[in-house]
Structures are given as structure tokens and as C-alpha cells.
């Protein structure tokens, strides 16, 4: 079964939903992917800004010695609780071994605090970093980020989601769930992003990206 199916699966999933919880989501989800501005957002050609991010364990992992040892997939998420973001991560675990065997490094980006990604590593069987973009500062960069809808707010505490405990900030900000393939300049040379968070890369497509490097 493709990726997308997949995330089909979870829509079909969600319309059973109670109202009070799925419309609002969905209403804002369809809102926003008509609504974003895809100029402002980095494009391919362009290089990335240099980072410093912790990993689940705490260690900080820097954009220059991720590039010093070659070329760098890189993917955003918007965090554990979401279940696209999940199949995503997933789904790029499955595809590892033919990433790392031509010299990618794949990492994972959220807002989340070290504490909730290294429980998504855990809950997912990642063998790849997860980094902790606190207050999206690197997303913000590359222009990717959704400020979430203050209705939504109330929407997170019926189903138990605790954004503010989970990123330690109470923005409602997330990334765009974007995936960059980047050479070792730092350099874009792939890149997906959609503003539908449903929708994802294709594994298949990623590494069509990193054999044509």
C-alpha cells in the first residue's frame, strides 16, 4: 500500500468522528492549504540557514556536521500526536537502508521538546535523529510555518492534545510537514511541501530524489 493510501485511511477514519472534533479540524486543515502563500516558503536552488538543534537525548546535532559527512534528507513533522506525521516517519524508516547506503543523512524536524520526540522515536522504531525545533525558529526560516487557529485550542483539550506542554510554548505554531533532500553545500535540490498536511512525499519518490543526486 502506497503512503497516500495510508493517509487516506486515516481520513476515512477521522469522518466517524464526533462533529465537535472533526469539523473544526477539518475546516481549518482546508482553510489553510487554500489560503498559504507558497512564496515565502524556501525553494529549491536556494541554500538552507545553518542550525543547532537538540536530538531526543539532549545532544545538540548542527546543520554543518550533519553536511560535513554528505548529503541531508530532511523532514518535518508536526508532532507525535499527529497520525499523518506518524505513517510519514514511518514510512521513511521503512526506505532507511537504501537512504543511508547512498550516503544520506535523514533527520526529522518538530516543534516538540526532546522529551515528547524521543518518545515518537520509541512509539515508531526510528533509527534516524529526531531533532527539537523549539518555537519552530528553524521552520520559520524557511517559511513553513502554521499558526493554528485559537478555536482549535479547545478542539486539543477535548482529545487530550497538550500542545503547550508538548513544545513548552503556547503558540499553536507547527511546521508544514516539508521534506528537503539538500547536497552537501546545503544546497535544496528536492523538495516537497503542501499545505494540506494529508498529503506526503512518496518514499518511492525521495529516493528517486537522492539516486539522481
Not at 513553513?144 to 508538548?166: C, H, S, T, Y
Not at 510537514?177 to 516537497?192: E, H, I, Q, S, Y
Not at 498536511?197 to 528517486?208: I, M, S
Request: charge should be negative; glycine fraction near 8%.
Amino acid at each position: 500500500m502506497s503512503l497516500q493510501a495510508e493517509l487516506e485511511n486515516v481520513d476515512v477514519e477521522f469522518a466517524k468522528a464526533p462533529a465537535a472534533i472533526r469539523d473544526p479540524i477539518m475546516a481549518t486543515r482546508l482553510d489553510f492549504a487554500k489560503s498559504f502563500d507558497p512564496s515565502g516558503a524556501i525553494k529549491v536552488g536556494q541554500k538552507i540557514p545553518g542550525f543547532s538543534l537538540p536530538d531526543s537525548v539532549g545532544k545538540t546535532v548542527s546543520s554543518a556536521e550533519l553536511l560535513a559527512a554528505g548529503p541531508l534528507l530532511i523532514t518535518f513533522y508536526r508532532g507525535g500526536w499527529c497520525p499523518f506525521c506518524n505513517l510519514a516517519l514511518h514510512a521513511l524508516q521503512a526506505r532507511l537502508p537504501e537512504i543511508k547506503a547512498k550516503g544520506v543523512t535523514l533527520v526529522a524536524i518538530t516543534p516538540e521538546l526532546p522529551d515528547s520526540s524521543l518518545t515518537t522515536a520509541e512509539k515508531q522504531g526510528l533509527e534516524y535523529p529526531v531533532l527539537s525545533d523549539v518555537g519552530n525558529k528553524f521552520a520559520h526560516q524557511l517559511g513553513i510555518v502554521w499558526k493554528q487557529p485559537d478555536e482549535l485550542r479547545e478542539v486539543f483539550a477535548k482529545i487530550g492534545n497538550d500542545l503547550e506542554k508538548r513544545n513548552g510554548d503556547d503558540s499553536m505554531e507547527v511546521p508544514i510537514p516539508a521534506t528537503l533532500l539538500v547536497d552537501r553545500d546545503g544546497t535544496v535540490k528536492n523538495m516537497f511541501l503542501d499545505a494540506n498536511y494529508a498529503k506526503r512525499v512518496e518514499p518511492d519518490v525521495v529516493v528517486g530524489w537522492i539516486n539522481a543526486l
